[in-house]
């Protein structure tokens, strides 16, 4: 078992930044990846960016590129999501989830534990 728990978010003005953190404990020697993903009000849930544990490969939504980072302690076992130039369109529950058998993916069902969430709001 894993556990992950998010915290960070907030509320911010559009052009603002927010910086995510993902602590992981339990089995975490087994994770293979960790991923952000989001849910808007009223939308599906959507990937937003994941990175591989091993060697630290990223990858991003279209949406987020470039103004979105992701980056992770392997000792302490967090993983951080860096959010700059916020958008309203950016305002969600960002979760945060564990991967242990890759490869790397972007589909929600990949991953086998999950955060409980943290709300970000951008205002306008």
């Known amino acids: 078992q894993v556990q992950l728990v998010e915290s960070g978010g907030g509320l911010v003005q559009a052009g603002g930044s927010l910086r995510l953190s993902c602590a992981a404990s339990g089995r975490t020697f087994e994770t293979y990846a960790m991923g952000w993903f989001r849910r808007a009000p009223g939308k599906e849930r959507e990937f937003v960016s994941a990175?591989?544990?091993?060697?630290?490969?990223?990858v991003y939504a279209d949406s987020v590129k470039g103004r979105f980072t992701i980056s992770g302690d392997n000792a302490k076992n967090t993983v951080y999501l860096q959010m700059n130039s916020l958008k309203p369109e950016d305002t969600a529950v960002y979760y945060c989830?564990?991967?242990?058998?890759?490869?790397?993916?972007?589909?929600?069902?990949?991953?086998?534990?999950w955060g409980q969430g943290t709300q970000v709001t951008v205002s306008s």
């Open positions: 989830a564990s991967d242990t058998t890759g490869p790397m993916s972007r589909i929600s069902s990949a991953y086998e534990y």
């Open positions: 990175i591989r544990r091993r060697d630290g490969t990223t």
